[in-house]
C-alpha cells in the first residue's frame, strides 16, 4: 500500500526529531568544535533545528542540519525585497511608485520591519507573482530556497512542519544573506536601504537579539507559522566585521528561546575568533 506523501513527510519528520542533529563539516577547522556545541545544545532542546553561520570576512562557515529544507514563513520576504529593488535598480521601478495606494518604500518597509503580510503580497504582486521571485534566485545562482505560493495561499494551507513548498535549507539562507550583503545583485543604495528596514525588524526581539550584548547590530527578518519559528540575518561582531545567520525551528516549545541560544552561542565563538586574532597580531608585531 502506498503511504500518502504529506504522512510520508509527516513520518521522516517525526523520526528526524528523534535524532541527534549531524553537524555539517566546518570549512575551517576552528569551527569544528562550534558544530559539536551547537548539536548538542539543539538535541538538547525539542523539535528540530537547522543552523547555519557564515562569516562574511573569510567565508568559513558552521552549519548543524544545513542542508535540510526548513519551512521559510515570513523569511521569504528578503527575497521578494530583492526582486523589488533589482528592478528599482534597473530603472524598471521606484521606491516612489504607488502600490495599493502606498509609495513602494512605505510598503517594503511594511513587509520587512513589522512583517506584514498584506504588504507582502503587495511587494509580490507587483513583481509578477511567486515564480518570478524564484526567476530572480536561480538567475543568482541561489539553490535550496524554493518560492511557491503567495503569503495569503501560505497561511491558508496547512501541513506547515512537513511542507516541501516555500522552504530553504540554512545553508542556501545565508548564501542568499551573502548575496544581499555583498552588493553583487544589489546597488549600493538598495542595499543600505534594505539592510536599514533590516536593521529595525520589529518582530525579532525574542529571537536572534536577545542575548546578544547590549548595543549589538543586528540585521534580521524574522518568520513565523504553526509551530515553526525562524529568523535570519546579519550580526556585527565587536571588530566590525559580519557574519551572516540562519536559525529555522519546527516543532517542539520554546523555540524563541531556542534560537536566542543558539545566536549567542555563534556570537561568543566568532567574537573570541577575532579576539584571538588580533591578539596574535599584536604579539607579532
Known amino acids: 500500500m502506498r503511504v500518502p506523501l504529506l504522512s510520508r513527510l509527516l513520518l521522516s519528520g517525526m523520526a528526524a526529531s528523534l535524532l541527534v542533529p549531524m553537524p555539517a563539516a566546518a570549512s575551517s577547522p576552528h569551527l569544528t568544535g562550534l558544530e559539536r556545541e551547537l548539536s548538542m545544545l539543539v538535541a538538547g532542546r525539542s523539535g528540530e533545528y537547522g543552523i547555519a553561520a557564515l562569516d562574511l570576512r573569510d567565508g568559513s562557515i558552521v552549519a548543524v542540519n544545513g542542508e535540510v529544507p526548513f519551512p521559510m514563513a515570513s523569511t521569504v520576504k528578503l527575497a521578494i525585497a530583492a526582486a523589488y529593488l533589482t528592478e528599482v535598480?534597473?530603472?524598471r521601478r521606484s521606491l516612489a511608485e504607488n502600490i495599493s495606494g502606498r509609495p513602494a518604500a512605505q510598503v517594503l518597509d511594511q513587509m520587512i520591519v513589522h512583517s506584514n503580510n498584506y504588504?507582502?503580497?503587495?511587494v509580490l504582486a507587483t513583481v509578477g507573482g511567486p515564480v518570478?521571485?524564484?526567476?530572480?534566485?536561480?538567475?543568482?545562482?541561489?539553490t535550496g530556497?524554493?518560492?511557491?505560493?503567495?503569503?495569503?495561499q501560505l497561511l491558508r494551507e496547512h501541513g506547515h512542519l512537513a511542507d516541501s513548498r516555500d522552504v530553504a535549507t540554512p545553508v542556501a539562507m545565508v548564501a542568499l544573506l551573502n548575496k544581499l550583503s555583498s552588493g553583487t545583485v544589489l546597488s549600493?543604495?538598495?542595499?543600505?536601504?534594505?539592510l536599514d528596514l533590516m536593521s529595525r525588524?520589529?518582530?525579532?526581539?525574542?529571537?536572534i537579539r536577545a542575548l546578544l550584548p547590549a548595543g549589538t547590530l543586528v540585521e534580521d527578518k524574522t518568520g513565523t507559522l504553526d509551530g515553526v519559528t525562524n529568523d535570519v540575518g546579519f550580526i556585527?561582531?565587536?571588530?566590525?566585521?559580519?557574519?551572516?545567520?540562519?536559525?529555522?525551528?519546527?516543532?517542539?516549545?520554546?523555540?524563541?528561546?531556542?534560537?536566542?541560544?543558539?545566536?549567542?552561542?555563534?556570537?561568543?565563538?566568532?567574537?573570541?575568533?577575532a579576539?584571538?586574532?588580533?591578539?596574535?597580531?599584536?604579539?607579532m608585531r
Open 145 to 152: 530556497i524554493r518560492v511557491d505560493r503567495t503569503i495569503a
Open 201 to 207: 525588524c520589529a518582530t525579532g526581539t525574542r529571537r
Open 119 to 122: 504588504a507582502a503580497d503587495q
Open 275 to 283: 579576539r584571538s586574532a588580533l591578539s596574535f597580531f599584536m604579539r
Open 89 to 91: 535598480d534597473q530603472g
Open 132 to 142: 518570478v521571485v524564484q526567476q530572480w534566485l536561480s538567475s543568482h545562482g541561489l
Open 188 to 194: 549600493a543604495q538598495s542595499r543600505s536601504f534594505l
Open 236 to 273: 556585527t561582531m565587536p571588530d566590525g566585521h559580519r557574519v551572516a545567520v540562519a536559525v529555522f525551528a519546527r516543532g517542539g516549545r520554546d523555540r524563541q528561546p531556542g534560537i536566542a541560544e543558539v545566536s549567542r552561542m555563534i556570537y561568543d565563538s566568532f567574537a573570541d575568533s
